[in-house]
């Protein structure tokens, strides 16, 4: 059954309706008719069985038949700060974190990174993620959207911090911990943050003052990745450890 957003508030209305794209998709690409069944999420955690009442080119009516509370959302509350990148690479993190179960991601001004977000241009850039992290929980089934924070300097978020169970800095150094050994000896870890670096990694002086200010520093082991695939990895690997990945592979 296909599903598309709408506001809690719109779908608890009385009148739940659907405009703009999703209607030329409802009419001319599925070619559902009134008495057909859709599925709503509402951006907060729950689903909802809805029934077309009426479907006019503009606007399809429909009424809620269930409600129910996603089961798609990971036991584990992973934030992921990541180091702000060059191009369109942080539209492709955006969505892949959603695919992933994160619960938020914090845009991160790192020593090494190019961008420099200014407000103006911020906001138009999160409206952007947004409706990319709403497409994408579209395909990947999930109901509770991704949280997107302001960009925040990397000095102020290591010292805003201390709230999480478990605080990770990821860095490239083949000497450091190695990640499957250190996370598996902290499974009851719920609210996690991970750091990721930017094209070129974190420097070492912001290493060592994560972890002066309690971050634990580990490294995917020999290999040097791309900060847009150490992002997904670092979420494969939390969501394994404390999340809702861990049945599908056997732990070492």
Known sequence: ??????????????????TGPDVRHIRTVLRLHPGDEVLLFDGEGCDYRARIETATQK??????????????????????????????KMDRIVRQVTELGIYALIPVIAQRCVPRPRTDGWIRKKHRWEAIARESLKQCRRSQALRLEPPTAFEALIENSRDSDLRLIFHHDNALSPTQSMLYQRGDASQILALVGPEGGFTTEEVAAAMDSGFVCVSFGPRTLK????????????????????????KA
């Open 1 to 18: 059954m296909r599903r598309f957003f709408l506001s809690r508030e719109a779908i608890l209305s009385g009148r739940p309706t659907l």
């Open 59 to 88: 606007t399809v009516t429909l009424s809620v038949l269930e409600r129910f509370p996603s089961i798609s959302e990971s036991s584990a509350q992973i934030t992921i700060g990541q180091a702000l990148l060059k191009g369109k």
């Open 227 to 250: 900060a847009d695939t150490a992002v997904v990895a670092a979420c494969a690997v939390l969501q394994h450890a404390f999340g809702d990945m861990a049945g599908l592979l056997k």
